[in-house]
């Protein structure tokens, strides 16, 4: 009997300690040092980092620049040389029409706006004289197209054939 009050008592004891330990509050948490604090963003580094972008839009503003600038020069002076060749020969113009047509972009896309439910294009006279000059520069011409239909119907079918 004397061994369990004795095992008793240590539980007893055991428990008494560690309900006293779990009892105290946590020490507190280390103060900051107000002397070495600084700002997380200070504004001179914002700053930096906006120039910085701006600088970057820039240079490749500028280089786009001079690469559109190079293009525009390199195509006007061989248009100067098609037209001093040899002035009012008939290959004299299609040697300018040529030149004319190496300034243009090698892949064009046109959009072309249908009004609601209908199938005419209605384009101004310098939209087609532009479309027609750009077509037959063309070494291919693709055509897409869609509907506003919701579902399939016979009317759309047939225009799409």
């Known amino acids: ?12 004891i055991g428990l008494v300690g560690t ?3 779990c009892a105290s509050s ?11 604090r600084r700002p997380v963003n200070s504004a001179a580094v914002v700053e930096l ?3 910085q972008a701006s600088l970057n839009n820039t240079r490749l503003l ?3 620049t001079s690469r559109t600038a190079e293009r525009t020069g390199s195509a006007m002076v061989e248009l100067a040389q098609h037209c ?10 299609a040697s300018a029409a040529a030149a004319t047509a190496a300034m243009t972009p090698a892949n064009t896309v046109y959009v072309v706006l249908f009004e609601y439910a209908q199938h005419e294009i209605r384009l101004s006279e310098d939209e087609v004289n532009r ?9 291919s011409i693709q055509v897409r197209g869609r509907t506003d239909a919701t579902r399939d ?5 047939l225009l799409a054939a």
């Open 19 to 21: 309900v006293t330990g």
């Open 1 to 12: 009997m004397k061994p369990r009050i004795l095992s008793l008592l240590r539980l007893a």
């Open 49 to 51: 980092q906006s120039c």
């Open 84 to 93: 001093t060749a040899a002035p009012g020969t008939p290959s004299n113009a």
């Open 26 to 36: 946590p020490p507190p948490p280390p103060s900051p040092d107000e002397s070495t």
């Open 131 to 139: 479309l027609v000059l750009d077509a037959q520069s063309a070494t």
């Open 153 to 157: 119907n016979a009317f759309d079918s």
């Open 62 to 64: 500028m280089s786009e």
